[in-house]
């Protein structure tokens, strides 16, 4: 049995570290959405958390979540942050509210067909260079990015990356920083359905250098439920 105090206690000291590296970069008035990342765990974790006013809860993994969400008792907002295939959009529609991880024109386009109503989705991009990660290539992405802002039934809320996994923390805010800029250039192009919202960076190893280099949205697992063994 999980101790719910122990998610009590992750998710404040959580809180008080993003508050404080918002002091730090000097943007004291900011607002950070916590994405609490709850894959692997079992689904009284994610009942739990919501019990503690978590009110945004990322999972990774389809499948796994379509299993565990009948089970959790409250609401949160389901984010899909995980790399999501053309033949599972169908169902990650119904079961998530936001999609992090849309990384290709093919993916929107699926969603775009699956969709009805305006989707909400976020647009992934690969700004550490790591072969390893999904995502845009940064070279090109805008106008990758307004092509998909051409399709019908999503909104695009914003950005999401994942930092280079490295100790030097220079070269990590350097996969943080270009996607913050690309942030601020796209707001030109914004309509009713294309909007720069949400610019989702930092995991629990860098979410307080994602903050310190302009994201509002972080996606932290393993600092509020434990590792994942
Ligand atoms: C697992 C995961 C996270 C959270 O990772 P932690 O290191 O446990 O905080 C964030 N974003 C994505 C895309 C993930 O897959």
Redo the contacts with the bound molecule.
Sequence with gaps: MVDPDKIKSGLSKVNQRIYKALEKAGRRDDEVTLVG?T?TFPPEYLTIAIECGLTEI?E?RVQEFEAKKPKVKGRARWHL??HLQSNKVKKAIELFDIIQSVDSYKLAKEISKRADGDFEILIQVNSSGEESKFGLEMDGAEEEILKIAELGNIRIMGLMT?GRFVEDETLIRKSFAPVKEMFEELKKYESDRFKMVHLSMG???DFELAIEEGANMV?????IFGS?G
């Design positions: 990342v894959k990322g990774n942050i995980g994942i995991m629990s190893s996606r932290i697992g393993s600092l994942r």
